[in-house]
Structure formats: structure tokens, C-alpha cells
């Protein structure tokens, strides 16, 4: 069992639960980074920064993000 988490720094985190540890991180940008959700499948991590995007990446490996960006109304 996955699960992904975030922080103030915008760094994405991938943990395994079962074995309590940390499986990989990466930078999700200079902002900080609040929400992070897999899609349905589990395969693709989102995660919404204070900048304005939207970023996702694979779960099975985090190595890069693809950004979409959003406007609050």
C-alpha cells in the first residue's frame, strides 16, 4: 500500500505504509505544494501548488512533473 504526501517546501513524498518508509521524493516546484491525490488507477500522483499549477507525474516513478495551470474564480 502507497501513499503520497506534501509540504510547505513543495516536496512530494511516496511512501510504502506497510514497511513505514519513505520509497522516493521529489521537488514539486519553489512553492509550497497543499493537495496531492492518486488518480482512480493509483498510477498518477496530482498535486496543486501555491503558484498556480497543477502538476503530475507516475507513481511507480517520480522523476518529472507536467504542469497545467488553473485560475481560481
Not at 17 to 27: D, F, G, L, P, Y
Request: with cysteine.
Amino acid at each position: 500500500m502507497r501513499w503520497v504526501s506534501v509540504d510547505s517546501d513543495g516536496v512530494l513524498k511516496l511512501w510504502d505504509v506497510r514497511m513505514v518508509v519513505e520509497m522516493n521524493s521529489i521537488s514539486a516546484g519553489a512553492y509550497p505544494a497543499y493537495k496531492c491525490a492518486f488518480e482512480r488507477s493509483g498510477e498518477v500522483v496530482a498535486v496543486a501548488s501555491d503558484d498556480g499549477t497543477i502538476k503530475w507525474c507516475a507513481s511507480h516513478a517520480p522523476l518529472f512533473f507536467t504542469r497545467a495551470s488553473y485560475n481560481e474564480q
